[in-house]
């Protein structure tokens, strides 16, 4: 069975710009949730989608959002980038509930100059 | 803010030694979750304990569960150069996430 697949693995964006992030779930998964991870922060959740449905955000202004699609494949979009959201934005996906346990993609590094 | 708070937040150990590292956390959860991420990868889930549980084991890790003192800690016997990376505590609440730990970075040395 193929992993969690994020597209694309690395990415460099200038200030001001926005940027969409890709994420694949493991066949058959229905949760996808989306996390930053940065040095200073550690692993922050983002958002979490089952269904099409968002059921949890995390404390991270409007500018980050998501999406999912019917076939469980996911988006984010970060808007107006700052310099700190250059990070590791890390997708998982899980069977039915966001937590137990979550299989992660190996992330797409953003850097924003 | 995070939920866990690991220690110690670095080991470095020899090769065949065990490595015990410790989570603490503040808020009643459902399960508790150990995960592993190798530099710049993913994260890769080792182990789950429920919080009806006091004790698990999967090959060469074994996992403790103190609902009291909310804490956890993750032993892993015999070490190998393979077992370098950073280890991750997450409590789930049952608000569909998991809310990380800090981490301890493991370094194996041969």
């Known amino acids: 069975k193929a992993g969690v697949t994020q597209t694309p693995r690395y990415l460099i964006k200038t200030r001001g710009q926005q940027v969409t992030l890709s994420c694949s779930p493991i066949s058959g998964h229905r949760s996808v949730s989306w996390y930053q991870q940065t040095p200073g922060q550690g692993l922050q959740f983002l958002f979490e989608y089952f269904s099409e449905t968002q059921r949890n955000k995390g404390n991270f202004p409007g500018r980050f959002s998501g999406r999912q699609f019917s076939n469980s494949r996911s988006e984010m979009n970060v808007s107006t980038l700052e310099l700190g959201d250059s990070a590791l934005y890390l997708c998982?996906?899980?069977?039915?509930?966001?937590?137990?346990?979550?299989?992660f993609g190996n992330g797409t590094r953003l850097t924003v100059t | 803010s995070q939920q866990g708070e690991e220690d110690p937040q670095a080991l470095s150990i020899q090769e065949g030694e065990n490595a015990t590292m410790n989570c603490s956390y503040k808020t009643s959860i459902n399960n508790l979750q150990w995960y592993r991420q190798n530099s710049g990868r993913g994260l890769v889930h080792l182990i789950l304990?429920?919080?009806?549980?006091r004790e698990k084991h999967s090959g060469r890790l074994r996992v403790t569960l103190d609902t009291s003192k909310k804490s956890s800690s993750l032993l892993i016997t015999a070490s190998r150069a393979a077992d370098t990376a950073s280890y991750f505590c997450?409590?789930?609440?049952?608000?569909?996430?998991?809310?990380f730990g800090a981490g301890t970075t493991v370094t194996v040395r041969a």
């Open positions: 997450a409590t789930d609440g049952n608000d569909y996430k998991l809310s």
């Open positions: 998982a996906s899980s069977l039915d509930r966001a937590a137990s346990p979550l299989h």
């Open positions: 304990i429920r919080s009806n549980e």
